[in-house]
């Protein structure tokens, strides 16, 4: 029973290129959450999607980054023309579509900026 | 928004002793507290959460408890072992499907 996978695990970029994250839910979960986290910090949201659907994007910065789940295949973290400011760790987790259900992560992406 | 906050930022205990750590919470609206146990290099492990309906719930030597008026909740693990050595998250959150806010961690070392 497969978790939350994420890839790649770790990912280098130099400034100003575009950086691709990816997350495959649980079998079954069709809510998708994307966290950051800094080091020494706690998880902070971005984006909260349903397939096809972004449903809250209130922690996303409104420029460069972008988020995707569709109804085929993983969702995608996009972040174009990186900054030194955005290497950090990027947690996915998912849910169960039914009630109250707890949200399980991904071992994440650490995003490195040279 | 959601404010979260932990209490200590790092916590020894000696192996076979209880740990607890407490976190506070902000928004009245909250009703869903989960609680996440992070390794080096891995993702957040939920280990146990609690709605606003109940006060207290347990698994094996893991606990937690609700406090909705004074609008904290902790983390209470007994009997700990090395193993438990990791830094615990706790976070707060409508319920539902939605969002969370975490607080910034603890650091639990135990020393056998």
């Known amino acids: 029973n497969a978790g939350v996978m994420q890839n790649p695990r770790h990912l280098v970029r130099r400034r100003g290129q575009e950086a691709r994250l990816r997350c495959s839910p649980m079998k079954g979960h069709s809510h998708v959450y994307w966290y950051r986290q800094l080091p020494e910090e706690g998880l902070k949201f971005m984006v909260y999607?349903?397939?096809?659907?972004?449903?809250?994007e209130s922690g996303m910065p409104k420029e460069r980054f972008s988020a995707e789940f569709p109804k085929e295949g993983p969702s995608i973290l996009r972040i174009q023309q990186v900054v030194r400011g955005d290497s950090a760790a990027y947690f996915c987790?998912?849910?169960?579509?039914?009630?109250?259900?707890?949200?399980?992560f991904g071992d994440g992406t650490r995003l490195s900026i040279l | 928004g959601e404010n979260v906050e932990q209490h200590p930022s790092t916590l020894s205990v000696q192996e076979g002793d209880s740990a607890v750590i407490k976190c506070t919470y902000s928004?009245?609206?909250?009703?869903?507290f989960p609680w996440y146990k992070q390794e080096l290099g891995k993702g957040p492990q939920l280990i146990i959460d609690?709605?606003?309906?109940?006060g207290e719930k347990k698994d094996q030597r893991i606990a937690v408890t609700l406090n909705k008026t004074a609008k904290h909740f902790s983390l209470h693990i007994t009997e700990t072992q090395p193993e438990d050595s990791a830094v615990y998250f706790c976070?707060?959150?409508?319920?539902?499907?939605?969002?969370?806010?975490f607080g910034k961690g603890n650091q639990v070392v135990v020393i056998p």
């Open positions: 987790a998912s849910s169960l579509d039914v009630g109250d259900q707890p949200q399980h």
């Open positions: 976070a707060a959150g409508p319920g539902g499907n939605n969002r969370l806010a």
């Open positions: 999607l349903q397939k096809e659907n972004i449903i809250d």
């Open positions: 609690i709605r606003s309906n109940v």
């Open positions: 928004d009245s609206a909250s009703n869903y």
